[in-house]
């Protein structure tokens, strides 16, 4: 592939709800453009984009991917995402590195919970992006309802550039309200104007030119004046339109019957910036500058993509935002301020790599085999480093335990482990010191299914995806003694160690205490560590169902010894001894940690999320209005929430979402304790048996 200039160049993202046709519109677009022989289909898992075998398996796209094309001397980089909202780490990533988003609309069933969402993300910042309505050789297919309904939704700025010729069955092609040319047929041909649809065709127009006019002083007075503004000048201002967000066209066609392909290339070309036009922030030296997107100028690239591949090794995806990037160079990674020697450079379409020489300003590459580099670091040149601002990822909200299946899994999982948060980074891990469970956590159930297939496809480790187990802890409402005689006799010499000790409750938080109250040499000095070390063991495990035990103090004031048979492990096992029965006269119960949830939800759902809170033994703290949605506040048992993305999910049909951390540990009321207790003994005689 040839180099092109920033100017040639438009970096463009699908974005929209799951199923409305990105993969599928990618690969005509592809096909339409000559840079695919065949045209794949989504059904039949053959699509340029959807190619890994977790793609293929579910026919639903779970990364995203570079598929460039050129038009009309132009490269179209676009960047096909995943619609499912578990993978919103991929979209955000593929927005970072466009100028421009295409928002899809399946023409049948209008805005979905998914476009509200990608809507939303433009947003913030201003995203350059046009509306598709897909799918109008549908039954039902209604252009003009959609055109209201994004309307009413998300302001006038949503505005025809097309019209659809016919629906259904009898769609068979597009009208330009700005050249009022009609295209009809595949290959397009120019086409009249249906004698029908010119009064709507007028009136459309007229909105559109209208609102041309009305982004710029000069062209208004023009159009005020009655003069006739030229295509040009209707070009330029729609172009500004876009730019600025004023101005939203919304265009139409079918992906699956190839209509309204090339002119969404045309519009593409014409509407949306090039990385000429848009200047970025970068930091260096002196702080945040703007840097102008100049290929001879010093190098900023910043990489959004990481992938493994088992067979080439580390993939990593970048976008040159300034200057050019040389196969065979070093660069430098500002971020990890270390030097990385880049090998042969690639341009990526779906899985084909392209070798290239270099990868110029505006443009799209991957390289293998980096070092040190991640997803969100800038390459750069040691002699003039920036750092360009990194891709923001929400916080995980779900988690899963993963336990290796086999022996030689265990031994691989951890590095496996490594490499997956490198592929993904919406995903966290750590280890529940108290349950012993390492814990995977990031957007919803059928990532962490994903990441556990893709674990046994790509790294050969088995691991079995559970429902993390609670941290509980065990601690004491009230103070009691214990007292500890540890008397054996062994053949020569016998063992001899005596505890008494009094244990009682402390405030939330203060851990474990040890008090040594001991006078007149009941225990001898050299003895004490000892019997610490006996309490500090026992409290590993309390004695309701072996949760760990915190917040008690152990104050030991008596005991005796005997001068030839004490020793230490003998005032150890004394220790743990009077510490546990101490604890079971000191009203023992069970601590849950409780976490502070916050749900987003549509007001009109804020009464079924309060009751089921209520069913989940919350305590709402307040409900607070935020643009058309209620935030929900609430302090909720960890347990209670552990699947809560599913329950969201289907409790307001997808379109709730939360957030949650720790606060605090609370008491476990009797009922939930006791089967808490009776499910836990069931577990540890499971894992006895299994010992025996
Ligand atoms: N009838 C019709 N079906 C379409 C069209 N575009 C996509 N589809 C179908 O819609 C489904 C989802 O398409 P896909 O491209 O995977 O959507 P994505 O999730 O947005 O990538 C597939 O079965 C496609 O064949 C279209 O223009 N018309
Ligand atoms: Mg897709």
């Known amino acids: 592939m040839e180099q092109f200039t920033p100017d040639k160049i438009r970096n463009v993202v699908l974005l929209s709800h799951s199923g409305a046709g990105k993969t599928s519109l990618s690969e005509i677009l592809l096909f339409s453009a000559g840079a695919i022989p065949r ?32 038009w009309k001397g132009n490269k179209i980089n676009m960047l096909d995402t995943p619609g499912y909202s578990d993978f919103v780490g991929e979209v955000k990533s593929a927005m970072r590195v466009c100028e421009g988003a295409i928002i899809l609309i399946d023409a049948t069933s209008g805005i979905e919970v998914g476009t509200e969402e990608v809507w939303s993300y433009c947003k913030e910042p201003q995203m350059p992006r046009f509306i598709f309505v897909n799918k ?14 994004l309307q009413s939704k998300f302001g006038q700025q949503c505005i025809p550039l097309q019209l659809p010729i016919g629906a259904h069955n009898d769609f068979t092609g597009i009208i330009d309200l ?22 709507q065709v007028d009136s459309a127009r007229l909105k559109l030119v209208e609102a041309i006019a009305g982004i710029d002083e000069k062209l208004i007075e023009k159009y005020l004046g009655d003069e006739p503004l030229t295509q040009e000048e209707l070009d330029a201002g729609l172009k500004t339109g876009v730019k600025t967000g004023k101005i939203v066209p919304i265009l139409t066609g079918s992906a699956l019957k190839s209509i ?20 970025v922030e970068a930091i260096d030296k002196q702080g945040t500058q703007k840097i102008t997107p100049s290929a001879n100028g010093p190098l900023a690239a910043l990489v959004f993509k990481t992938s493994a591949d088992p067979y080439v090794g580390k993939l990593t995806y970048f976008r040159v935002f300034q200057g050019t990037i040389s196969s065979n160079s070093q660069v430098w990674n500002s971020g990890k301020s270390e030097q990385e020697r880049i090998g042969q450079l690639y341009l990526a379409r779906g899985k084909n790599q392209e070798p290239v020489q270099s990868i110029s300003t505006g443009d799209i590459g991957v390289v293998t085999k980096l070092n040190f580099t991640g997803t969100g670091d800038t390459l750069t040149i040691k002699e003039k480093p920036v750092k360009l601002p990194p891709i923001i990822f929400p916080t995980p909200i779900y988690a899963g335990a993963v336990t290796p299946k086999t022996k030689a899994d265990l031994d691989k999982l951890s590095s496996s482990i490594a490499r997956t948060l490198e592929e993904d980074p919406t995903l966290r891990v ?6 012993y469970e390492t814990i995977l956590s990031g957007m919803g159930e059928t990532q962490l299914e994903v990441v556990v297939e893709r674990m046994q496809r790509k790294f050969g480790v088995g691991v079995k995806l559970d429902v993390p187990k609670v941290p509980y802890k065990e601690t004491v409402t009230a103070s009691a003694d214990g007292d500890f005689r540890h008397k054996k006799q062994t053949g020569g010499h016998g063992q001899f160690g005596h505890v008494t000790l009094e244990v009682s409750p402390l405030p939330r938080g203060s851990g474990i205490e040890f008090v040594d ?14 019997v610490e070390k006996g309490v500090n063991e026992a409290v590993q495990s309390g004695i309701l169902a072996g949760f760990p035990v915190v917040d008690i103090q152990a104050k030991v004031y008596d005991g005796s010894f005997h001068p030839v048979d004490s020793s230490d492990i003998c005032f150890k096992i004394a ?16 601590l849950e940690p409780i976490v502070k949830l916050k749900v987003t939800v549509p007001e009109s759902y804020t009464g079924d999320i309060m009751s089921d809170l209520n069913n989940k033994r919350g305590r709402v703290g307040g409900i607070t209005p935020q643009d058309g949605s209620n935030v929900i506040e609430a302090e909720v048992p960890q347990a209670e929430i552990l699947r809560y993305a599913i329950d969201l999910k289907s409790l307001t049909q997808g379109r709730g979402r939360y957030t949650y951390e720790f606060s605090h540990y609370e008491e476990v009321p009797t009922f939930v304790a006791q089967k808490i207790i009776s499910e836990r003994e069931k577990e540890r005689e499971a894992a006895r048996a299994e010992k025996e």
């Open 260 to 279: 309204g392909i090339q002119a969404l290339s045309d519009a593409i070309v014409t509407y949306l910036p090039s990385p000429k036009e848009c200047l």
């Open 517 to 530: 109250a001991v006078v007149g040499g009941a225990i001898p000095r050299n003895y004490i560590p000892a």
């Open 39 to 70: 045209l794949g289909k989504v059904d039949e898992g053959n699509t340029t984009s959807d190619y890994d075998p977790d793609e293929v398996k579910r026919r639903i796209s779970i990364n995203l991917s570079v598929l460039p094309f050129t």
């Open 178 to 199: 700005l050249t009022l040319k009609a295209y009809s047929g595949n290959p397009p041909k120019e086409t009249e104007v249906p004698a029908q649809l010119k009064p």
């Open 430 to 435: 750590r280890r529940e010191a108290d349950t």
């Open 575 to 590: 220790g743990a001894g009077a510490v546990k029965k101490a604890m079971a006269d000191a009203r023992p119960i069970l």
């Open 136 to 149: 109008m050789d549908r039954e039902n297919a209604d252009f003009s309802r959609v055109t209201e309904s």
